[in-house]
């Protein structure tokens, strides 16, 4: 199999949950695909090395905290060297609130909360997109979809993991500041990356998705309130669905796991 043959993925935030499943569900429906797993501790993610342990030859896992610009930087270079280029970046690393839980009210706003909130949702993906942004550029569009009526195509494509509760038009219930904020901070990274990375004659396409509300640590202490809450793999499953129907058009955009557009 020729280099270009082969898709090359990243999954930011891979250890558990969602990044996890990504991780497996693009490494079992793609033989011709390469999977780079980042995660800040590789050596306690036990689901991630059991994966590299099936899937050696496929599956790179790489440290990164998100948080820790130094550390993107040195995984871009890493990449680049190996790979040359990046097909799909999936930024999926989250905290609700380093508590656990979401603020209720203003009383539990403190500032430890939102910086770490914020620097983990918001921030990280968005040095993730500087440092990468360049190997998107040189991506095969072996993600998403052409339009043959649209002049140009597509090079790579970034798929950020935001969530409904942060679109400000749909915030009726108040809450959350941290979480809410962050991730309406992510979908602005979002559009300001569609903007600068779609200038080029094959743009990167940006994107904004939200799973729906899956079990995993993250939503656990609100489950019983929850109607229909998805498997990982129902949810990677749909996700995946939207970013191989993606086109230009869609980029800049914030979608559901079924693809309806949400509102900023
Ligand atoms: N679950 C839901 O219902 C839901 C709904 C809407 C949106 N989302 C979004 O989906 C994404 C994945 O969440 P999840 O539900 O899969 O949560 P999860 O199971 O709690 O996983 C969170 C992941 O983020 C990683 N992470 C946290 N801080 C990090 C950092 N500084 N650097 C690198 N990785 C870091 C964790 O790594 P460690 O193992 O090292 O802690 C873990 O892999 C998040 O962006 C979340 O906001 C989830």
């Excluded at 209720?104 to 403190?110: A, G, H, I, K, M």
């Excluded at 798929?159 to 915030?171: E, F, H, L």
Aim: a positive charge.
């Amino acid at each position: 199999m020729s280099a270009t043959s082969i898709a090359t993925v990243l999954v930011q935030g891979a250890s558990r949950g969602i990044g996890l499943q990504f991780c497996r569900t693009l490494l079992s429906r793609q033989p011709n695909t390469c999977v780079i797993a980042t995660c800040r501790n590789p050596n306690q993610a036990d689901d991630l090395q059991k994966l590299l342990a099936d899937e050696p030859e496929r599956l790179q896992v790489l440290q990164v905290d998100v948080t820790e610009e130094a550390k993107i930087k040195a995984a871009a270079e890493e990449v680049g060297k190996r790979h040359g280029r990046l097909d799909l970046l999936i930024n999926c690393a989250g905290v609700l609130h380093p508590s656990g839980r979401g603020e209720t009210s203003l009383r539990d706003v403190n500032m430890q909360g939102l910086m770490e909130t914020c620097r983990t949702i918001a921030f990280g993906p968005l040095l993730m997109g500087k440092h990468f942004g360049q190997l998107l550029t040189k991506g095969t569009a072996m993600f998403g979809t052409h339009q043959p009526d649209c002049k140009r195509t597509h090079s790579g494509i970034m798929a950020n993991i935001s969530a409904k509760v942060g679109s400000i038009t749909d915030n009726g219930l108040g809450g959350w500041y941290s979480y809410r904020m962050s991730k309406a901070a992510l979908n602005m990274a979002t559009k300001n990356l569609s903007i600068e990375l779609g200038r080029g004659r094959t743009p990167v396409i940006c994107v904004s998705l939200h799973p729906g509300t899956v079990d995993t640590d993250l939503s656990r202490p609100y489950h019983k309130n929850v109607k229909s809450l998805f498997t990982t793999e129902d949810s990677v499953k749909k996700l995946l669905s939207v970013v191989d129907s993606l086109t230009v058009d869609d980029t800049g955009k914030f979608f559901t796991y079924n693809k309806e557009l949400l509102p900023f």
